[in-house]
């Protein structure tokens, strides 16, 4: 903030001098047109030497036209350029809009739609994510909520579609600065999943807790990384989830981008549920004003290894991000 304050400062100091300057140029040159006076009686051309200390005239200052005061003179448009920030570069803003460590607040939603291995019936299951980045003594650190609607279409008895548990964790992340606008980020925190579930058919009803971990690197061309989560009952019978997610993201031109995101599941719970898919889509994003970001993606999820009820054949992702200017949370410090 004191660069950019610095910086402003020098603009509009700038923005009065060099008008002046623009002024000055004009009357040294009228001056020195106007230093020898001609008299009207002798012949066109011939200076007067009526008098050996002619008197000079009056230096006059021509009144800027209206063109150059548009000039020297900055408009509110271009001041509130001045004031706002400068739109991301497309390979910048795409990497904002899909890294997971982007402190930035993040509402997001998708859907996955499975066919299901050994099931009566296929499975449409949606997730939303809320990200709210903040500070604690300098160190970032990025709290998810994440609640869940889940279809079993296993269920003998009880309802088929209803509300999962909802995931709550931290990350507290350390970037790494890789020279030429890259860098690596790693974060690790504890991970709590409350037991909001309508239906046992939809998680284990009671509360798990464990960690969540991801190590990234932000590129010129895109991101590479990986995310793991891993939670276990605190009480009851026990059950357990790990889930390890590898990303990859590949940046086109206009906003455009390949991905590959999808995440291996290892579920002991209501049997051992096996899934390895691997994922293969496109996306979008949209600066919007204000430094908003808007991300669209679809992506194609085969299995290529799956094993217990309920694991996905294939499953079809499409989903929808929108993140907020840094500004929206920049005064989050504790």
Do not use: C
Not at 49 to 77: V, Y
Not at 92 to 111: F, G, K
């Amino acid at each position: 903030m004191k660069v950019r304050f610095a910086v402003t400062l020098v603009g509009s100091a700038l923005g009065f001098v060099l008008p002046a300057f623009a002024d000055e140029a004009p009357t040294a040159v009228s001056s020195t047109q106007d230093a020898i006076s001609v008299d009207s009686n002798v012949p066109t051309g011939h200076p007067a030497n009526t008098d050996h200390h002619p008197k000079r005239p009056k230096k006059q200052h021509p009144k800027p036209s209206n063109e150059t005061r548009s000039k020297s003179a900055p408009g509110p448009s271009s001041v509130s350029q001045e004031k706002g920030d400068p739109p991301l570069s497309d390979s910048n803003a795409t990497n904002a809009s899909n890294s997971a460590t982007e402190p930035r607040l993040t509402l997001q939603y998708w859907n996955y739609y499975p066919t299901l291995n050994a099931a009566n019936g296929d499975a449409l299951n949606g997730a939303g994510r809320l990200l709210i980045p903040f500070k604690v003594d300098g160190v970032q650190q990025i709290f998810h909520i994440l609640p869940s609607v889940a279809t079993d279409p296993n269920s003998i008895s009880g309802p088929r579609t209803g509300l999962g548990d909802a995931q709550i964790y931290n990350l507290t992340v350390e970037n790494f600065d890789l020279g030429q606008s890259q860098s690596l980020s790693l974060g690790l925190g504890p991970l709590l999943a409350v037991p909001t579930a309508t239906s046992t058919n939809f998680g284990p009803g009671v509360a798990q807790g464990g960690a969540a971990g991801v190590i990234q690197a932000s590129l010129n061309w895109g991101i590479i990384g990986l995310l793991a989560q891993y939670q276990h009952t605190l009480s009851g019978a026990g059950s357990q989830l790990t889930t390890v997610q590898p990303t990859l993201f590949y940046n086109f031109p206009q906003g455009w981008y390949f991905r590959s995101d999808a995440v291996m599941s290892f579920n002991t719970y209501r049997g051992h549920t096996i899934v390895i898919p691997v994922g293969m889509g496109l996306g979008k994003v949209f600066q919007l004003s204000g430094g908003y970001l808007l991300n669209l993606y679809v992506e194609a999820q085969p299995s290529l290894y799956r094993s217990g009820p309920g694991a996905p054949n294939f499953q079809l992702l499409a989903g929808v991000s929108i993140k907020f200017p840094l500004s929206t949370t920049s005064g989050l410090n504790f």
